[in-house]
Structure formats: C-alpha cells, structure tokens
C-alpha cells in the first residue's frame, strides 16, 4: 500500500534550487478566503473584541498554513500520499472559513472543530515522518506530541465556559508556535549529523512573498467594491491612487525582500525570522483592512491605524533585511530613515483622505528609491 501512495522525501533529501509545486500554488488559494471572510466580518462590525478575534482567527490559520508549507518544503513530493495531505487540509481550512463570521463574534465552537481536524491531521503527519525518517524522527515525534497537547486544549476548549475557551485557545495557539523550542535539542543534532546549514529557505521565502500578494490581492477586491457601490468620480480617483500604493508597497516587499538568502546560526532563529514574514503580511492585511474603512469613514483614527500599520510593514521587512544583510540599515543614517519614514507617515494623516493617499504613495516611492540605492551601493562595494 505504502509504495502505491508513496513515500514523503526524508530530511537529507534536500532539493537545490526548488521550485514551488503546483500543490502548494493550489493549496494557497484556499487563503484568499480566509482573508476575505475575516475582511467581510471586520468592515461589517468592527469592534475591539472582533479585531481581537480577528487576530486570533488569522495567527491560527497561518500557523496551519505555515507548518502545512514546512512539512511540504522539506517531505513534499508528488506522491499520492502527499497530494492527499495537503489537498485534507485545504477541505479542512475551507471548513473553517465557513465559521469565521460566528467565531468573530466570540462563538468558537464550529471554529474550534476545524481547528481541531488540522491539528489532528498535523500530529499524524509528523508522526508518519518519525517513521519513515530515521534522521528527522526524533524532533518530528516533539512536533507530533506538542500537537497532540494543543488538540487535547482546544478539546477541553469545547466543555469550558466561553470566557475561559478563548483564553485555552490562545494558549493552544502559543503551544504550536513554541514547538521549535520543544524540538530543539533534536534539531541541533539533527543538522549535526546531516552538516546542514540553518537557512530560511528561499522556497519558503517565495511561499511567504505569494501569500503577501494573496493578502494584497483582499486590498484589490476590497477597493472594487468600494467603487462599485459608490460610482462616484472622487471614489475612481481613490481607487486608482490605492492601486498605485499597492504596486508601491508590492514593489518595497520585493525589493527589501525578494532577493535575501537568509543564513543564521540556529533553528529557533530560523523559526523566529520565519515568524516575522507572517508577521509581515499579518501587518498589510491589517493595513487594507484600515484603507478600507478610512476611505468609508475617514476619521484621524482610522489614518492612523492605516499609516502605523503601513510603518510596522516596513519595520518588519527592515528588521529581515538587517538579519539577512549584515550591515544594511545600520548606523545614524539607517536610523533617521525609519524615523524620518515614520514622521511622513504619521503627519501625512492630517491631510484629507485624497492627498494623503497621494503623499503615502510618494513616501512609498521614496521608500523604493532608497532600497535601490542600497542595492546598487553593495553591488559597488562588493
């Protein structure tokens, strides 16, 4: 039967140069929804409590996303066995999109189920890899157990009162996110034995610039409607300055970004630099959801909560690109661009919505002026 469904590469089985699979393309589609039905329930009713929902709901999709991509980068081939696997979880993550509405508003529970079936499906995984893989067994058998942990939480989850459910959520979120902590020890012996590098892969650094793009791609979808419902010429001119901020801030990520090759010294760092790529996209999904509310209402706060948003954005991608890049962005002058880069952004808030959007696109252009002289002055110096 095993040799009929086949068998997932072992870690020592590394592929230079790997090209993102067709499986992988197919499976990130399934997050298009995801970002809309958490956008859709946002816009509709906003509140401290769904944005705090909102967070959770989008960490724990990710997180299912991003361990999912981690198995495949080093396991995926085009067996059967691994089309079956990622092809379960994209059902099960398209389940648990259905429940993101309800579960904005404090209500887990379907949620919490699909959760569950991904959490469920993940420890299986791993421990099917401890099996098959004598190298990587050790540290696949902490993986698979912390997920049998956090399965047993979100269970308990499901008989607690509601206050106290979010709170067991939280904390079987904060269980697989720390797994690498668990699994370090056997990491560290692992790449040992095999005289592995610790790198964050640039198939995986692809994997995180196309979900950004699916995350940009919800701003897009957002601002059509917009003008679809509005049909005014003021609401056309908007829409085409947004389009142009979001090529800009397209055009930022890959240059800061695109072309890193990121080698660090041990695997929590890896697992932390992969950490603020989510971020990072955590933090422009949550900038086209304040574009789109500001330009429905824009008030002081809103602005605000856009142009932080944007900042934080650059901060990340500045903070990957200092580890990656030793000495880039370093020194006096490094440190006045983000403070200057936050001033403009800060001030321009002030502005009516229209011209804002204006000087956030000539700040973002500024921005990818300066990134190009970066590269082409290490191109020179080297």
């Not at 590394?14 to 958490?38: C, H, M, N, P």
């Not at 999709?61 to 991509?69: A, D, I, Q, V, Y």
């Not at 993101?100 to 189920?113: D, F, K, W």
């Not at 610790?198 to 897009?220: C, F, P, Q």
Request: with cysteine; proline share 2%.
């Amino acid at each position: 039967m095993f040799n009929f469904l086949g068998r997932p590469r072992t870690i020592d089985d590394q592929i230079d140069g790997r090209k993102i699979s067709w499986l992988e393309l197919f499976y990130d589609l399934i997050f298009a929804v995801v970002f809309s039905r958490i956008t859709d329930g946002l816009v509709e009713h906003l509140s401290w409590t769904t944005i705090l929902n909102a967070t959770l709901i989008f960490w724990w999709f990710l997180w299912g996303w991003s361990e999912t991509s981690g198995y495949f980068d080093n396991h995926g081939n085009g067996s059967i066995l691994n089309v079956i696997i990622i092809n379960v979880q994209m059902i099960f993550t398209g389940i648990g999109a259905i429940f993101i509405p309800e579960a904005l508003h404090g209500n887990y529970t379907h949620l919490t189920i699909a959760f569950l079936l991904i959490e469920l499906m993940l420890a299986a995984v791993w421990f099917g890899i401890a099996h098959y893989d004598r190298i990587h067994g050790p540290a696949s058998r902490v993986w698979a157990n912390v997920h049998l942990v956090s399965a047993g939480l979100l269970i308990i989850s499901l008989f607690t009162p509601n206050r106290w459910s979010i709170a067991i959520i939280v904390l079987a979120l904060i269980f697989n996110l720390g797994d690498v902590f668990f699994a370090n020890p056997n990491l560290e012996r692992e790449y040992q034995q095999t005289n592995m590098t610790h790198v964050v892969k640039d198939s995986l650094i692809e994997r995180y610039g196309l979900m950004t793009m699916i995350a940009l791609g919800e701003i897009i979808a957002g601002l059509y409607e917009a003008v679809a419902e509005s049909g005014q010429s003021v609401a056309l001119s908007q829409f085409i300055i947004c389009i142009i901020l979001i090529a800009l801030v397209s055009g930022s990520y890959y240059l800061i970004l695109g072309e890193l090759h990121i080698t660090l010294s041990s695997s929590i760092k890896v697992i932390m630099t992969s950490w603020l790529f989510i971020l990072d996209i955590f933090l422009i999904f949550g900038m086209g959801i304040a574009l789109h509310l500001a330009l429905d209402e824009a008030t002081l706060t809103l602005k605000l909560a856009f142009s932080g948003l944007l900042f934080g954005s650059l901060l990340v991608m500045w903070a990957i690109e200092k580890i990656a890049v030793s000495g880039r962005g370093t020194g006096l002058s490094g440190i006045l661009v983000i403070l200057l880069t936050l001033l403009l952004l800060v001030a321009v808030a002030w502005l009516p919505m229209m011209w804002m959007l204006v000087a956030v696109d000539c700040i973002m252009g500024l921005v990818i002026v300066h990134e190009r002289y970066l590269a082409h002055r290490d191109v020179i110096t080297k």
